[in-house]
Each structure stands twice: as structure tokens, then as C-alpha cells.
């Protein structure tokens, strides 16, 4: 494990400096040093001593949020809620965006945790792979044991707070919402099979499948509006009979639509997300509404709650399906 003095010697200054920029000491220092000091730590992966770390807690005044992609309609929701409790707070938010890139939350963790925020929420889905999950959990553990804290949304192999969105029942009521109509064949159409939220999202689509008798085929794509429109446009052009389509989030809906147009084809089509986008479309798209904004309130909330203790807190947000003009029973589909 690397000492201050690595540091220091890493950096090219004295070991009382790297200490002072470390901990938050007010004595001012260039921002050429400071930054030449935290990024010396970043990269030898330097933890500082949990009693310093403590003793400068009231100078943490920044918390760090990572998302997948702040430009996503979904992230960018949940943003809101994150910045609107922590501006609460007073804390000023740095936003991370990883890309769906674990390696690139790794280092955004070793960063955020060099420049001594208070907190950290992880607002993107967990993934799959398990040592990619194992290595990302060790780097928020790392930073936990320094006096940050740490909350994330959706499912983490972290075992702190979290904030739950109903991701499996949300597929099932799109799911079973289709089947409801007569529709016996469904194309799913998902973001990337290695995120949580996907492989939820589908297992509440599958339950919804079997229970009615009908079947889901699954097609993966990113989870944006030109993945959506690409993936329907295939399948509308390989299968002249497909009814309807389960998107597992509103982009990849709006995608949909708009290759339904272009073919001049008319399908049900059920979104995820219930993102304001969804009521403007033509027709207007039946979702599944998470109340995206407040999952963030809530996040940030627990990631700076003084009175938490060391036992996890976990909380649960429903989803709910807001039926629109996109859904159609089978035998009923415009012409």
C-alpha cells in the first residue's frame, strides 16, 4: 500500500505538503500543486488515514455523482433529483460520466475519493460481470473506510445504501400489459446484456410471457433512440406479422415509433421510463413510469444523512404503467 511519503516523492514535494492538500489544511497552495499531489494519489491509489480524513470532514463540501451518460433523458432525471438535495445541502456536485465503462467508474471512485468529497452516489446499473463488480465494490469499500459514504441506484454488488427501482415488476406489467391485448409474440428490444437493469427488466418480461402463453425473442442494442430505430426497423422488415414490441426504456421507444413510421407499419409499442418525452410523441407512448427524479432525491438523501448507521438501508420505488395511444389490442391494430 502506498505511504504520504510515496506520494510526496511521486508528486515531487515535501511530505508536509502532500499532508496539507490531502487532508483539506486551509494554508493555501497553488492549484498547479494541488493538482499534481491528487493526481499522484490517484494513480498510486494512495487511501489517507481514516483519523486525518475525519478531522477534515467539515471542509468536505463536494459530493460526486456517477452516471452512465448525463445526456440520457433517464440520467438526466435522475440528475435533477441528485442536485436538488445536495444544492439542499449546500454541496456542490461533481458529475462523472462513465459511459457504461466499469474501468472508467473505477478510476472516477479513486478520483472522487482524492479530492475528499463527502459522498458518492452510483447512478448507473450494476453489471454482470462479477470480477468487474468485485474490483468496483473494493474501490467504494476503500473509500468508505476513509469516512465517505456511499449510496447507488439499482442493483450493485455493494452491499450499502441503495435505492431500488422496481425494474422486474415494471417488465412484467409492460409485459403482461401486451399479452392482455392478444398479443402471443412479442419483440423485446434491450439495452446491453451485461447491465443489471437490462436482465431485470427482461425477467419481468419473461414472467409475464409464460403466465399469458406468449413468447418474447430478444434483440440487444445500446440503450438509445438510434438502437431502438435500428433493431424495429429490422424486425419489421424480417417479420411482416409482428404485433408488438416491449422497449426497455423510452429512447429505445421513441427509436420504435419511428421506424413504425417509416414502414408505414402500425404495432403496439411499450416504453420504459415514463420520460417526459413520452406524452409528446405521436401517438403517445404507453410506459412504464419510474418516478426518476426522486429516485435521485432519495439516493442523495440516505449518501448525506448524518444519523445513518452501519447497517445498509435499502429503499424500494414501484414502478406503475401509464397506459397512452401506442398500445392497441391485436385484432384492433390500425390499418
Known amino acids: 500500500m502506498a505511504t504520504l511519503a510515496d506520494v510526496a516523492r511521486h508528486a515531487g514535494v515535501s511530505t508536509a505538503t ?4 490531502i487532508n483539506g489544511s486551509p494554508k493555501p497552495v497553488t492549484e498547479q500543486l494541488r493538482a499534481r499531489v491528487l493526481a499522484a494519489v490517484a494513480e498510486l491509489r494512495y487511501v489517507p488515514n481514516a483519523h486525518a480524513q475525519m478531522l477534515a470532514r467539515s471542509n468536505r463540501n463536494a459530493v460526486g455523482v456517477i452516471v452512465h451518460d ?3 433523458p433517464y ?3 435522475i440528475t435533477r433529483g441528485l442536485q436538488r438535495v445536495a444544492t439542499a445541502n449546500g454541496r456542490l456536485v461533481i458529475i462523472c460520466n462513465s459511459f457504461r465503462d466499469p474501468g472508467r467508474e473505477m478510476e472516477y471512485i479513486d478520483l472522487l475519493h482524492a479530492h475528499q468529497v463527502a459522498a458518492i452516489v452510483i447512478a448507473g446499473s450494476g453489471y454482470l460481470d462479477s470480477a468487474a463488480a468485485s474490483e468496483l465494490d473494493d474501490r467504494m469499500r476503500a473509500f468508505e473506510a476513509t469516512g465517505g459514504r456511499i449510496a447507488v441506484i439499482g442493483r450493485h454488488q455493494h452491499p450499502g445504501d441503495a435505492v431500488l427501482p422496481a425494474n422486474e415488476e415494471g417488465g412484467y406489467l409492460a409485459g403482461k400489459h401486451l399479452c392482455e391485448l392478444g398479443h402471443t409474440t412479442i419483440a423485446a428490444i434491450a439495452g446491453p446484456p451485461s447491465l443489471t437493469t437490462t436482465v431485470d427488466r427482461l425477467a419481468g418480461l419473461h414472467r409475464a410471457a409464460t403466465e399469458h402463453g406468449a413468447t418474447i425473442h430478444v434483440t440487444h442494442s ?3 433512440r438510434d438502437g431502438g430505430e435500428a433493431i424495429t426497423g429490422k424486425l419489421l422488415a424480417d417479420d411482416p406479422s ?8 423510452d429512447s429505445m421507444a421513441v427509436g420504435a415509433l419511428a421506424a413504425m413510421r417509416t414502414a408505414g407499419r402500425h404495432i403496439s409499442v411499450v416504453g420504459f421510463d415514463d420520460m417526459p418525452i413520452a406524452r409528446d410523441v405521436t401517438p403517445a407512448l404507453t410506459s412504464v413510469r419510474l418516478p426518476l427524479t426522486e429516485l435521485g432525491e432519495r439516493a442523495m438523501t440516505l449518501a448525506l444523512d448524518p444519523a445513518a448507521g452501519d447497517a445498509p438501508r435499502v429503499e424500494h420505488v414501484p414502478a406503475e404503467l401509464i397506459l397512452r395511444d401506442s398500445t392497441w389490442p391485436r385484432d384492433q391494430l390500425p390499418r
Do not use: C, P, Q
Open 242 to 249: 409482428l404485433t408488438a414490441i416491449a422497449a426497455l426504456n
Open 75 to 77: 440520467f438526466a432525471e
Open 18 to 21: 502532500a499532508s496539507r492538500i
Open 70 to 72: 448525463v445526456s440520457d
Open 222 to 224: 445500446d440503450f438509445t
